[in-house]
């Protein structure tokens, strides 16, 4: 009779769970990777996506076709509703069970509203392909709605976007809708000019990026401003509606608002019936295991880890990718029979955001780079790490085209339109 | 004071009304484009989204885009609800109008179920870049499913794909599901093979490509038998549901069905309220203008013109530009006070289809060509017909990988997929 193989569970093919599943490449087990889309996604060129400077696929690939050379693994696309820790089954939602030995959480998070989920209506986050195309398409028809509009108010109302949250991915988002704008309407619209777009950056907090280093704080608030972008700080939004967003004593008609400020776990803590923190994190073991629960693993967002210097690992792809490198290790130590529980250690390698075309701020600890220099070396830096030779040399030339000719490709208005020109008779597909 | 100028409303931004519009670049007139959605569409690579070989970007780019450069047209994403004769106004949705002294009409057709709408659910058409990507999603969330499937029925019903017209567009992208087939399953899945892939190519005629020489028919015929694709001639569709499609005496259990057999032109006959024939298309007059209306034109696929020889002009992209450039002549020639109404006259530049990989036909009239010449003919052909340099770049470097690699790049499942990590509270973006 064969022995039966050890059976490792990973569920969720982002960063945490695709480096998990590499990292056992060699492993003598049978590792199943469950996650309920179909590809991993490149998080970090999302907001590009969203300012339709690359296509979807550029920046996603089929998680089968990624482990297409690793027997070992099994991919699944599947919903998962819970897992039965006494049993050692994860629970999918068409009621079937993925039995484990060992199980690895790598889930992530979705953009959370601090209670407020009567917002995300009218200002939607950026964590998904779907969230990226819908955010495209608002930006587009705010443009396409203001060329239209004759009521002086309404039409600034259409130009004004609102971005929430001034960590990287609101800078970054704030500087390409600027970019976008420009190049969308210089020579293409009749009633709008570029200076007529308005940009709006708000947090809560006393600076920009505020992981970074407080310089590099100063240095990408002034080069915002400089491009005509309006940074309002230290007040907190209190309300957003279809109208515009108000903070403080302020208020900012807009009719496109971006959300970019929080985000929670996904329910892990629910599925295993632990406790999690505020934001739905669930506090690990140092070799990232649930406390009480050796043979299941948290990593990536859902995970929250203090290090050694009383900072917490921030939730970034340099981290998730390292803890699921970990955890690999630890699960190919206990398969060999040993019984060592490393403790995991975070390595830094540094923050980085673009402040649109040409400038942008990359904080490595001691070196500190900013400017056109810190833009080239935050372009690269993306190049290498994106998973596949076929995107490497796409984005390169995408953004190569970009870059000599302002052109951005990706600008369609998809889903979501009336239709027109149909027979009256047929079905709509929206 | 100044004199008003001419103004042209030209409604639809596919081949016929671009080409219109591009032809009138020097005329001094007030023009403008309307179109409900913000893109023109390259058409005869549709399928190739719908497979994921080409990702929708890559075939579709914004209208105001493409006439940046031409100062006398304005670009107007609206839906149009009719046309009032008497006031010359094309009425939008929104309760405006926009004046016009020339109109042309160019919004092309939809697929049309032949008075069974009910079909249109289970057997999507190819119209637009959304029919692509849902057409997409199908096709690679059959796959999946069946992977996870353990009935054998049910299980070969998932990995059946029909197609139902045996047309280029039914041709080719049986062809194209075949590859596409083949490359993702091949080491990729676990309990599905390649040769598991079932492709039924449905045609009510009695031959496939009918419109092309019947030596063409014959080897195109042979050469789908021969990738392993069934195709059945001779019997109508009788019904199609969510299992599978019956014609004649016969039955296909299939869960993934794609309609290319027919299409109905938009409503335009309504909005003049004049009469069209069964296709809902207008008989134009030999310069295209409508009768009894010689200020309204209608060209591309909602135009009826029977040729000299008494064949209709076919509904392809070549006669639709080539009607927009006649109508831009009479158009020019009207403005420079000729009365000229010169006839049409249509040049058939020939039809092409591919049959998969390195295999196509193309009818030229006297020069027939067939197999990986025809092949690589139709590839250069389509590249040199796409409307920027930077798309043929990247559409040649897309089929080069794909080529080389077989490896397509767009396979992303996204819309319409259940939410699984998102925390409860939060809402549903699909």
Known sequence: MAVRKHRIVIVGGGFGGLAAAKALRHADADIVLIDRRNHHLFQPLLYQVATAALGPSEIAWPIRHLL????????????IVGVDTDKQDVLLEDGSAEPYDSLVLATGAQHAYFGHDEWEAFAPGLKTVEDATAIRRKLLLALEAAEREADPARRRALLTFAIIGAGPTGVEMAGAIVELGH?????QFNTIAPHDLRVVLIEGGERVLPNFDPELSRY?????RRTGIEV??????SSIDADGVSFGDRRVDARTIIWAAGVAASPVARWLGIEGDRAGRIRVAPDLSVPGLPNIFVIGDVASIIQANGRPVPGVAPAAKQAGRHVAHVLRDRLAGKDASLPFRYQHAGDLATIGRSSAVIDFGRVKLKGWIAWWVWGFAHIYFLVETRTRIFITLSWLWIYLTGQRSARLITHGMVPENKPLEAGDET
């Open 68 to 79: 297409r050379k690793q027997s070992n693994v099994r991919v699944l696309m599947a919903t």
């Open 183 to 187: 190049a969308s309407i210089r020579g």
């Open 220 to 224: 990408t608030l002034e080069a915002l």
């Open 232 to 237: 309002e700080m230290g007040r907190m939004v």
